[in-house]
């Protein structure tokens, strides 16, 4: 039997200074990773060393200071495509986000590509970033936007999904892993069950990409989106990852600098793959942040991360389904989920709970997280969600615990 | 644990609000002018209906979801603005207004002065407004 604390990875806690912070006078129990992951030292260090040693545009200048930063730049897409083991270096492109790199697809090949008629396949579990884009591209080609249903255990129904995929279907955008209860849908099955009826299937990854080992071609995923910011990189850093065929056959989506080759006085030729789409100076010290940060993920390796993560997230599910009024929504055990772990406790608000944690310091989320779908789905306005990442441990969730039951008797028994 | 710096924000009057909100789910759908006004950030829905007769409040509801600073704040103003005039009305939500942002107390805002707390918790500020920013719309459209 393993001692608790090994389900925890508590010797890399020292890599992130944020860590050593107090929160209204405790120590920070930083529990909302699924908002935005804490960053390592290393990666700090990696962006403010690019600022002061290598600071220059990319693939500008005839000088030696723009060709270092070039070659970080070319560097950290080469750390993606390695990370998410993309074919060919040119698949990977540079965006702000997640959200960014959907809408480029739901914009440039969206809009290429339907017509009034044809049918684009979403689900519940959709974050409003893998929803909105989608909404809106159905309004403006007459498109049908549908639904899969999940199942009990709110998972994603897969007879339903079958049943709603037919020729009509000409995208299937789903998240990988689901930002409010875990899940991870089986994409590589879901793939191959689209392209028999000749769907391209767009991946939301931004809850995937930090927790568990990705595979694009594995998954066979035509397109997959995910941020820097939530696999520990800085703010303002995407990738949106697509096949090359695909990429090579739809336009840029914004024009200017750096993606063009030669511009006349009324008309311009564009870049080859990946610059075409990245109009611009881009995110320099982002995109070498984010390499920096995946450089910390492999030192440590994504199987090994999941693992722990899963220990970890087993151990949250039960002390946390222990306490006697609370509600977890989703899957209320370890298998086939991350540690994103949505519930309601008592009859007591989301926002009451989210403040009366954090005066101990526990940072958690509540609301409706982007989802509100998913929330009307459940029957819910709101909930609170706890997000685990490699750094928590079973000591904190001792103390999450501790505090929820705290909490409980203070609203209720203390304002009857 | 360091819950007692929440008796700032939870006050026993407040939390007697929120328990058992005043003015709640009262009116029916049709009657009256109503507005719903909802927080983006955290998702509060208010829906807030009012009879308005001869420059008057003379009946009033609020129905919605949100937390307990919501709840005591929306029923803490329904009391206050029932039977006022919409002049009396429009004071009191600039008293109100005051309170939270300057954290000047106005003896006119009554129970709903217990909630000068909330500034405390900058991020709970918008849970006590919301029900008093569907009131101003509503006095806008009237």
């Given at each position: 039997m393993q001692s608790r604390e090994s389900y925890s990875m508590k010797e890399c806690r020292a890599d992130f200074p944020i860590l050593n912070e107090k929160i209204n006078g405790q120590p920070l129990i930083y529990l909302d990773s699924a908002a935005t992951a804490q960053k390592p030292a290393k990666v700090l260090a990696k962006v403010q060393d690019y600022y002061q040693h290598q600071n220059a545009n990319v693939h500008r200048g005839v000088y030696t200071l723009s060709q270092a930063a070039t070659d970080l730049y070319e560097g950290a897409r080469n750390q993606v495509q390695a990370f998410i083991n993309a074919?060919?270096?040119?698949?990977?492109?540079?965006?702000?986000?997640?959200?960014?790199?959907?809408?480029?697809?739901?914009?440039?090949?969206?809009?290429?590509?339907?017509?009034?008629?044809?049918?684009?396949?979403?689900?519940?579990?959709?974050?409003?970033?893998?929803?909105?884009?989608?909404q809106v591209l159905a309004q403006q080609t007459g498109a049908k936007l549908r639904y899969v249903e999940l199942d009990e255990a709110g998972r994603l129904d897969l007879v339903d999904l079958r049943h709603k995929l037919n020729p009509s279907t000409k995208i299937v955008a789903l998240t990988h892993v689901s930002n409010v209860t875990g899940v991870i849908n089986p994409i590589a099955q879901i793939t191959s069950w689209a392209h028999q009826v000749g769907a391209v299937v767009?991946?939301?990854?931004?809850?995937?990409?930090?927790?568990?080992?990705?595979?694009?071609?594995?998954?066979?995923?035509?397109?997959?989106?995910?941020?820097?910011?939530?696999?520990?990189?800085?703010?303002?850093?995407?990738?949106?990852?697509?096949?090359?065929?695909?990429?090579?056959?739809?336009?840029?989506?914004?024009?200017?600098?750096?993606?063009?080759?030669?511009?006349?006085?009324?008309?311009?030729?564009?870049?080859?793959?990946?610059?075409?789409?990245?109009?611009?100076?881009?995110?320099?010290?982002?995109?070498?942040?984010?390499?920096?940060?995946?450089?910390?993920?492999?030192?440590?390796?994504?199987?090994?991360?999941?693992?722990?993560?899963?220990?970890?997230?087993?151990?949250?599910?039960?002390?946390?389904?222990?306490?006697?009024?609370?509600?977890?929504?989703?899957?209320?055990?370890?298998?086939?989920?991350?540690?994103?772990?949505?519930?309601?406790?008592?009859?007591?608000?989301?926002?009451?709970?989210?403040?009366?944690?954090?005066?101990?310091?526990?940072?958690?989320?509540?609301?409706?997280?982007?989802?509100?779908?998913?929330?009307?789905?459940?029957?819910?306005?709101?909930?609170?969600?706890?997000?685990?990442?490699?750094?928590?441990?079973?000591?904190?969730?001792?103390?999450?615990?501790?505090?929820?039951?705290?909490?409980?008797?203070?609203?209720?028994?203390?304002?009857? | 644990m360091t819950l007692h710096n929440l008796d700032q924000l939870y006050r026993q009057v407040i939390m007697t609000y929120a328990k058992h909100p005043h003015h709640f789910q009262s009116l029916s759908a049709d009657t009256g002018q109503a507005v719903t006004k909802y927080n983006p950030t955290c998702g509060d829905l208010i829906k807030l209906t009012l009879v308005i007769e001869n420059g008057r409040v003379q009946d009033l509801s609020f129905d919605g979801d949100g937390c307990a600073i919501f709840k005591a704040s929306a029923s803490m103003m329904t009391d206050l603005i029932n039977h006022k005039s919409i002049e009396e009305v429009q004071r009191l939500s600039q008293q109100f207004s005051a309170m939270m942002t300057d954290g000047q107390t106005s003896a006119a805002l009554g129970d709903a002065c217990s909630l000068i707390g909330v500034r405390k918790f900058p991020t709970r500020i918008k849970c006590a407004t919301l029900s008093w920013h569907a009131l101003d719309e509503l006095l806008i459209q009237n």
């Open positions: 074919a060919d270096w040119t698949e990977v492109l540079f965006t702000r986000g997640t959200t960014e790199s959907i809408n480029w697809v739901s914009t440039a090949y969206g809009q290429q590509h339907l017509q009034a008629g044809d049918e684009i396949l979403v689900s519940y579990l959709e974050h409003h970033s893998n929803l909105v884009p989608w767009v991946v939301d990854g931004a809850q995937a990409a930090p927790h568990l080992p990705v595979d694009v071609q594995a998954l066979d995923a035509d397109f997959y989106a995910f941020s820097g910011h939530k696999l520990m990189g800085p703010t303002g850093i995407g990738v949106l990852y697509g096949k090359k065929a695909l990429l090579e056959e739809i336009p840029p989506v914004q024009y200017g600098g750096e993606m063009i080759e030669y511009v006349g006085l009324d008309e311009a030729t564009f870049q080859p793959l990946p610059w075409r789409f990245e109009a611009g100076t881009p995110n320099i010290a982002g995109a070498i942040g984010l390499g920096a940060a995946i450089e910390y993920l492999r030192s440590i390796g994504m199987a090994q991360i999941a693992a722990n993560e899963a220990q970890l997230t087993t151990y949250a599910l039960k002390k946390l389904g222990a306490i006697e009024g609370l509600q977890i929504y989703g899957p209320t055990n370890g298998q086939n989920r991350t540690g994103v772990i949505t519930f309601n406790l008592a009859d007591i608000h989301p926002h009451d709970v989210a403040t009366a944690l954090d005066q101990e310091g526990i940072e958690v989320r509540a609301g409706h997280h982007c989802a509100q779908p998913l929330m009307r789905y459940l029957g819910v306005t709101a909930t609170v969600r706890v997000s685990l990442y490699l750094y928590n441990t079973a000591a904190e969730i001792d103390r999450l615990v501790a505090s929820l039951v705290a909490i409980k008797e203070y609203f209720v028994d203390d304002f009857t | -």
